[in-house]
C-alpha cells in the first residue's frame, strides 16, 4: 500500500536550514507529483509546492519561492524539502503529500518544524 | 489565487444528524474540487476527489456536491467518529488553495 514516511521533528535556530523527507513506498516514485503544504494553528493549510520525481520538475506557490527548495531522490525513493532562512514564521507542521489526478491522495505523517532562538 | 470560502468555521451536530459543509470559490473550478478530514494531531485524510467521488474506504455516509463556484460535503448520519475539522481544497488553477476549515463536534 502507498505510504510516505516523514523525517522526525526539528528544532531550528533562527537563520538556520532544514531539510525535511519524505519516503515513499507502495507505488512508481518517479509517476506520481509529491506535493508539500505548511499547516499553521490559526493559518490553516497552505500549499508550498510540488515536484515530479522522474522528471525533477517543480512548480513552486510564489509565497514560498527563495524559502523553500524540492528535490527527489529516485534511487531510494525519497523527497525532499529544504527550508531556508528560517524565521518563526517557518515553525509549523509541514506534510509531504502524494497526488493523484487533481487531489492529494496520500499524506505522510507530518514533520514539527519549530523555531526558536 | 483562487479563494476558497469555508462555512461554517465550526459547528456542533448530534448523533445520527445530517450535516453539510460548503465552499465556494471565488471563480469556476471545474469539479477539481477535493474534501480531507483531519483529526487532531493527524494528517489529513482523502474523502472526496472531482467534487463527488468517494476515496477508497470512505464510509458510504460521506458524500460530495457541487459544480462550478459551488460545493458541499455531506454527511447523511453523524457517527462519533466523525468528530474532526474539514477542508475542501481546490486544484483546478495553480496554485491549489484549501478553504480555511470546518470544526465539527457533537452537540
Known amino acids: 500500500q502507498v505510504q510516505l514516511q516523514q523525517s522526525g521533528a526539528e528544532l531550528m535556530k533562527p537563520g538556520a536550514s532544514v531539510k525535511i523527507s519524505c519516503k515513499a513506498t507502495?507505488?512508481?516514485?518517479?509517476?506520481?507529483?509529491i506535493e508539500w503544504v505548511k499547516q499553521r494553528p490559526g493559518h490553516g493549510l497552505e500549499w508550498i509546492g510540488e515536484?515530479?520525481?522522474?522528471?525533477?520538475?517543480?512548480n513552486y506557490n510564489e509565497k514560498f519561492k527563495g524559502k523553500a527548495t524540492f528535490t527527489a531522490d529516485t534511487s531510494s525513493n525519497t523527497a525532499y524539502m529544504q527550508l531556508s532562512s528560517l524565521t518563526s514564521e517557518d515553525s509549523a507542521v509541514y506534510y509531504c503529500a502524494r497526488a493523484t489526478g487533481a487531489w492529494f491522495a496520500y499524506w505522510g505523517q507530518g514533520t514539527l518544524v519549530t523555531v526558536s532562538a | 489565487d483562487i479563494k476558497m470560502t469555508q462555512s461554517p468555521s465550526s459547528m456542533y451536530a448530534s448523533l445520527g444528524e445530517r450535516v453539510t459543509i460548503t465552499c465556494k470559490a471565488s471563480?469556476?473550478?471545474?469539479?477539481?474540487l477535493s474534501w480531507y478530514q483531519q483529526k487532531p494531531w493527524k494528517s489529513p485524510k482523502t474523502l472526496i476527489y472531482?467534487?463527488?467521488s468517494l476515496a477508497d474506504g470512505v464510509p458510504s455516509r460521506f458524500s460530495g456536491s457541487g459544480s462550478g463556484q459551488d460545493y458541499s460535503l455531506t454527511i447523511s448520519s453523524l457517527e462519533s467518529d466523525d468528530t474532526a475539522t474539514y477542508y475542501c481544497?481546490?486544484?483546478?488553477?495553480?496554485?491549489?488553495?484549501f478553504g480555511a476549515g470546518t470544526k465539527l463536534e457533537l452537540k
Open positions: 472531482y467534487a463527488t
Open positions: 507502495g507505488y512508481t516514485f518517479s509517476s506520481y507529483w
Open positions: 471563480q469556476d473550478i471545474k469539479s477539481y
Open positions: 481544497l481546490q486544484h483546478g488553477e495553480s496554485p491549489p488553495t
Open positions: 515536484i515530479l520525481p522522474g522528471s525533477g520538475s517543480t
